[in-house]
């Protein structure tokens, strides 16, 4: 007989098995999800006090957005964040094709050096970063935050591109030369539009990691270049309060919708 | 006729991997020529050569009477079928299709016309706006074969084109290719493991191993009359009896093999004491109850044999038979006769029989 008959036992464990996993799964969420459904929820609280309800209100809303030292915050974070993403997209870009396409000396050497940044911790490269421009007598300032940030950048665009680049198939390229276009219309009409997703997807991701840098722009930060974890950090020393709830709202917002769009690009193609 | 591609003494080595070694030929113009060999031999790294992707490290290549040692891909007169069909998989089938009249900067109107015409010769009209992502083999294979056709390229460059379909659908599109390249007058150079579809529609042949041509010469010579035991193995099925040579001239040689003198015709005189070995065709050979069913002239060979084993396959009946020399050779018969004929039986004492032009006395 081919059909297996299951035993009232075999159905049991199994039903008590998949239950205990979705309850893990549920317990999972709840940890990872309800501070920040509190945070958004007391974002919207009227008190002053940030862990005392007493009732809705977007008050602290307009207040956010009539803070100067937010604004400037604010516009700090974006023309950083804006910037490093796209001089990491295209430098990491390039070193991806780089890689993935020709040979040169020390490639292997390069290759491992390349993603040091996504290994070492953020605070060895702060570090070591502060010290290199202390050293060489850079004052602190946004630009230095943005140097900081494109060198972590490029490593996670270059990976991103990399991988979409092995996928492509290398005829693909030949067969553009073979039928007359030269290396720039090659690279211009074919490899260009076939890497685009891996390249949008790199550069979202960049920007979100560049808005969401806390210690390495901490370290960078020269006076008047304060970003926005980095204001919210310095807000909180004063204690907890609706004002910072409501910026890392907006922040935790922001960054999801960046990262949905980045994985909904991965995915379609 | 003039040549369409020659190449001449050409070696191309990757680090110390020697993929093609020393090789030369002369493709003529219109010719339908096929690069033929097992995988490594060397016939993908050729058409890559001639395509411009890689360069020799010794030798020199011509296409249509120019050199072009250091001309880039993109300014060769040649296009080429890849094996994985490599269509762009972000444009329409119109717009692969186009790609390279583009970039020739042929005029709008003219490349509209042409793109249909290629579609038409290849029987995929009324596909132009169709995405190429979801096509079945058959109509990428047909698409890539209009991208190429399309430039009017001098010598057209197909590298395992039909590999990946099925057999019945590999059978028409040989046809069919075979008609386009007579239609078009184009020179097809055309590589390929399958010694069939390289006997089916080759002018000429190519057979390569071990980076080396080892035979060029239409699908009949090549098969009739091989240069070597490599390409007599290759290409079909042949028995092979190994022996010392006793007596040659420019055109035969005799060899003997435990004691039994075999003919066959030679390439070349063969010095004597030296090893050969006689190859001779399954089909070539015949078996008779009686003495002589061919004439027993001096032209044929004769020995007697036993039947060993019977596979009976519809078309023919292959016997193996063993020879005085301790060898068994493989024979086949066609079935001529009515269905309930059994022409012999195993154990039969038999009479093996073969003219001595039809064997081939190989050097080793």
Partial sequence: MAATTITPRNKIRKSFNERALSWLAIGMFVFLYLPIIILIVYSFNDNRFASVWTGFSTRWYTEVFNDESVRNAFRVSMWVAFWSTVISTILGTLTAIAMERFKFWGKVTYDAILYLPIIIPDIVMALSTLLFFVILGISLSRYTILIAHVAFNIAFVAIVVRARLADMDASLEEAAADLGANPWETFRRITIPLLLPGIIAGALLAFTLSLDDFVITFFMAGPGSTTLPVLIFSKIRFGASPEVNVISTLMFMGSTILVIISLMIQRRT | ?364
């Fill in chain 2, 1 to 364: 006729m003039s040549s369409a591609v020659q190449i001449t003494d050409v070696t191309k080595a990757f680090g110390d991997v020697v993929a093609v070694d020393n090789i030369s030929i002369d493709i003529k113009d219109g010719e339908f020529f096929s690069l033929l060999g097992p995988s490594g031999c060397g016939k993908t790294t050729t058409l890559r050569l001639i395509a411009g992707f890689e360069q020799p490290t010794i030798g020199q290549i011509s296409i249509m009477g120019q050199p072009v040692a250091g001309v880039p891909a993109y300014r060769r007169p040649v296009n080429t079928v890849f094996q994985s069909y490599a269509l762009f998989p972000h444009m329409t089938v119109a717009k692969n299709v186009a790609f390279g009249l583009e970039m020739a900067k042929v005029p709008a109107d003219e490349i509209k016309k042409r793109v249909d015409a290629a579609l038409g010769l290849v029987e995929m009209d009324g596909y132009g706006e169709r995405r190429t992502t979801q096509m079945s083999g058959g109509q990428k294979q047909r698409v890539a074969l209009a991208r190429a056709i399309v430039n009017w390229p001098k010598v057209l460059l197909l590298d395992e084109p039909l590999g990946a379909l099925d057999l019945k659908l590999r059978k028409n599109m040989q046809l069919e290719l075979k008609q386009i390249q007579q239609e078009l007058g184009i020179t097809f150079i055309y590589v390929t493991h399958d010694q069939e579809e390289a006997i089916t529609m080759s002018d000429r042949i190519a057979v390569m191993s071990d980076g080396k041509v080892q035979q060029i010469g239409p699908a009949r010579e090549i098969y009739e009359q091989p240069n070597n035991r490599f390409v007599a193995d290759f290409i079909g099925e042949t028995n092979f009896i190994n022996g010392e040579v006793i007596d040659s001239d420019k055109s035969s040689a005799t060899l003997e093999s435990a004691g039994v003198k075999l003919s066959g015709a030679a390439k070349e005189k063969l010095p004597t004491g030296q090893s050969a070995t006689v190859a001779i065709r399954p089909e070539k050979i015949s078996l008779s109850l009686q003495t002589g069913l061919l004439n027993t002239d001096n032209r044929t060979v004769t020995l007697d044999g036993t039947i060993s084993d019977i596979i009976y396959i519809g078309t023919d009946t292959r016997y193996q038979v063993v020879i005085p020399t301790g060898d068994k050779l493989f024979v086949r018969v066609q079935n001529l006769g009515r269905p309930e004929d059994v022409a012999f039986n195993k154990n039969d004492k038999v009479h093996v029989q073969w003219l001595i032009d039809n064997a081939q006395v190989l050097a080793e």
